[in-house]
């Protein structure tokens, strides 16, 4: 058993394309239109036949009363691991990306949590420095 696909409800699939690849850094893997909606799916660039992440309408009442909930508390509804979250802080603000929570140390590792837009909060780690 593996994991193939995880869902990411979002409120607009078309900001989310735009964030999750072009500020993100992530690939369209899919991409099928499906009446009103999409099956949208990206990838990381650094792992193209991993996991892919389903920007997926949060239309329904549950899926947008929890991602509404999650990110009322503060709580990403997300993680992504990166190199450097120090790094990837410096470049997602200075692509205008707002962030709840700055890079902060937290034991083995160092996590951030930015804003997608798209009605999410997405946890970033990586390692702490040795």
């Known amino acids: 058993m593996r994991i193939t696909r995880t869902s990411v409800f979002v409120d607009d699939q078309a900001k989310a394309l735009e ?8 690939e369209v893997r899919h991409d099928i239109p499906l009446g009103e909606h999409r099956w949208l799916t990206v990838v990381s ?7 892919e992440v389903v920007l997926e309408p949060n ?5 947008r009363a929890f991602t509404e909930a999650l ?14 979250v120090e790094a990837e802080y410096d470049r997602l603000t200075g692509l205008g990306m707002t962030f709840t929570q700055p890079p902060t140390p937290t034991g083995p590792v160092v996590t951030a949590v930015l804003d997608d837009t798209c009605g999410n909060l997405v946890q970033l780690v990586s390692a702490a420095p040795a």
Do not use: K
């Open 19 to 26: 964030v999750y690849t072009r500020l993100l850094g992530f």
């Open 45 to 51: 660039p650094e792992e193209p036949d991993g996991v």
């Open 59 to 63: 239309e329904h009442p549950a899926a």
């Open 71 to 84: 990110a009322a508390d503060g709580i990403p509804s997300t993680s992504f691991t990166v190199d450097d």
